[in-house]
Nanobody, 131 residues
Framework: QVQLVESGGGLVQAGGSLRLSCAAS????????MGWFRQPPGKAREFVAG?????????????VKDRFTISRDTISRDTTKNTVYLQMNSLKPEDTAAYYC???????????????????WGQGTQVTVSS
């Protein structure tokens, strides 16, 4: 079972930056997709960004394109763990939400932005952007 631990959230002023990290461990397979999702208060969880295990494929939600960048750590021989990052620049008050990382273990079925296609979730980290 994959364990995911997010960190890096906090309070920032509009226009500022934050970097979120998601440490994954307990993998059985070296191929995967990981994604960042967010859930504003009173709203549904939505897709933010995603990345393939190699880092060669990256995906972004329309509202964060050109402001957020997803990346992963250097690929090592230990494929049971990895870290994915979300660099968030030019933050806006509407970016305020709980941010979750998620793991899609079924790599062969391809990329998905749907929450229901993800197998494991972290506990979330709060990002608050003040105006």
């Amino acid at each position: 079972q994959v364990q995911l631990v997010e960190s890096g959230g906090g309070l920032v002023q509009a226009g500022g930056s934050l970097r979120l990290s998601c440490a994954a461990s307990g993998r059985a397979f070296g191929s995967w997709y990981m994604g960042w999702f967010r859930q504003p208060p009173g709203k549904a969880r939505e897709f933010v960004a995603g990345i393939s295990w190699s880092g060669g494929s990256r995906y972004y939600g329309d509202s964060v394109k050109d402001r957020f960048t997803i990346s992963r750590d250097t690929i090592s021989r230990d494929t049971t763990k990895n870290t994915v990052y979300l660099q968030m620049n030019s933050l806006k008050p509407e970016d305020t939400a709980a941010y979750y990382c998620a793991d899609k273990a079924s790599y062969t079925t391809g990329w998905s932005h749907l929450t229901r296609d993800y197998d494991y979730w972290g506990q979330g980290t709060q990002v608050t952007v003040s105006s």
